[in-house]
């Protein structure tokens, strides 16, 4: 696949995570997949997984602990087999009640004209901080951090 489709594979994948079709999003990853976030302690969903069902399981605890506000990718970047999305996202963690945001660095690559591999690169610090029970410091206005997955 050429920079341009496996960009445009990227773009299919946010869509589907926008409207909140994660089995159309599934249908867009490798069998094999490796999936990364930086893992916080006390944030579930964070860490590593391998396999489409091990991301399925990421999106359904993910979508567990935390609402969406905002979630927009803004720009990207291929080149070769790589894709590089750069974006933002506002999120509401639900056992706390905190909000915090983050841009948010998700580097892809793709095999086959499926997506092989996903990390994201974000402010776990502020996550951290929000997902902490209120009277552990995290505040209604916890900031920055967002850990959404990486395909919206």
Not at 5 to 27: C, E, F, H, S, V
Not at 87 to 107: I, L, P
Request: glycine share 12%.
């Amino acid at each position: 696949m050429n920079e341009q489709a496996n960009i445009g594979l990227l773009k299919q994948a946010y869509d589907a995570y926008d409207k909140g079709d994660i089995q159309r999003l599934i249908g867009l990853l490798a069998q094999d997949i490796e999936w990364e976030l930086p893992e916080v302690e006390g944030i579930p969903f964070t860490g590593k997984r391998r396999g489409v069902d091990q991301v399925a399981d990421f999106f359904r605890v993910m979508a567990e602990c935390q609402e969406p506000r905002e979630f927009r990718p803004d720009q990207f970047i291929g080149q070769g087999d790589q894709v590089i999305v750069l974006g933002h996202g506002t999120f509401t963690v639900k056992a706390t009640g905190a909000e915090f945001s983050s841009d948010w660095c998700h580097v892809f690559r793709v095999a086959g004209g499926k997506i092989a591999s996903f990390k994201e690169y974000d402010d776990t610090y502020r996550a951290a901080q929000a997902y902490r029970p209120q009277g552990a410091g995290a505040g209604a206005t916890a900031g920055k951090g967002a850990t959404r997955p990486a395909v919206h």
